[in-house]
């Protein structure tokens, strides 16, 4: 079935949404020594598409990925994957953030040792409900509202504005207007400058992030026997018997804990030496 006039409006406001944005992640990626991974043509992967896979095998499309060694070339180490959305609408809004979620935490579970940011770049109408699941999600949102869409297409004679009265007839004018529109590159500065104090606090948070290093590596060598206890009691009787004396008991497992200087920490368990050098060796 075709997409409708109103979804294909949409679609370029939305696509409007990652090109007002990408000369400043751009400009970031350069000034953090950071490859920027975008849709286009690399001579590193096949397609245009940027796609990850995650420990699962599954393959996930994203807007923006900062990369830490990478180049046209190469695929570097992954630092930061940041996604964009447009909703006209708040009855979806909660779907979006979860098709955001759904595409960005897997590959981060796949690359936890390096990935510091996960990012929502949205326009449009969403709900708090949908803010506050990605927030507590730990993800970092930049918000452009539908009022500043409407201000900066208002300042090039268009119109952006649309309800569910507003007929199809309507959208196709707006796509043939834009197809014809010459000042795009305009309409972006101002679409950005409307928006600069979010922008400043979303690279605040990216450029702390990127930014963070290891202050302290705790590899913790675990040796013993398992005790099962089917209650509080049980396991409190086995303490107090318990001896801790040095005993020579066989290696149950490798804990290992990587603190950062912003708060951040990451911790992982192996059972095989091989496996544990393997993940240290992935932060390199």
């Given at each position: ?37 975008k849709y286009g043509i690399r001579k590193a992967r096949s397609g245009k598409k940027v796609t990850w896979t ?19 070339e190469k695929i570097g180490t992954p630092v930061a994957f940041i996604e964009s959305a447009w909703r006209r ?196």
């Amino acid at each position: 079935m075709a997409k409708s006039l109103s979804h294909k409006f949409g679609q370029i406001v939305g696509d409007l949404l990652e090109l007002a944005l990408l000369p400043q992640l751009e400009n970031f990626a350069k000034q953090n020594k950071l490859f920027l991974d975008k849709y286009g043509i690399r001579k590193a992967r096949s397609g245009k598409k940027v796609t990850w896979t995650d420990v699962s095998g599954n393959k996930h499309d994203l807007d923006f990925v900062l990369e830490r060694g990478g180049s046209n070339e190469k695929i570097g180490t992954p630092v930061a994957f940041i996604e964009s959305a447009w909703r006209r609408g708040t009855r979806h809004s909660k779907n979006k953030v979860q098709e955001i979620q759904a595409a960005i935490n897997p590959i981060v579970l796949k690359n936890k040792a390096t990935v510091c940011f996960k990012g929502a770049i949205l326009g449009g109408d969403f709900t708090k409900p949908s803010f506050k699941q990605l927030e507590s999600d730990n993800f970092s949102i930049l918000y452009f509202s539908t009022d500043i869409f409407v201000k900066t297409f208002k300042k090039f004679d268009l119109d952006i504005f649309s309800d569910d009265a507003t007929e199809e007839s309507e959208f196709a004018r707006r796509i043939e207007s834009w197809a014809s529109f010459d000042k795009k590159d305009k309409l972006c500065k101002e679409l950005v400058k409307l928006n600069k104090e979010k922008i400043n606090e979303f690279f605040a948070s990216l450029t702390e992030a990127v930014s963070r290093y290891i202050e302290q590596v705790i590899v913790l060598p675990l040796h013993g026997e398992e005790t099962i206890s089917k209650s509080i009691n049980e396991a409190i009787d086995f303490l107090k018997k318990y001896s801790d004396e040095k005993t020579k008991l066989p290696l149950l497992k490798y804990e290992i804990i990587v603190k950062y200087n912003n708060g951040d920490r990451i911790e992982a368990s192996f059972k095989d030496k091989k496996d544990t050098i393997k993940f240290l060796e992935s932060y390199l």
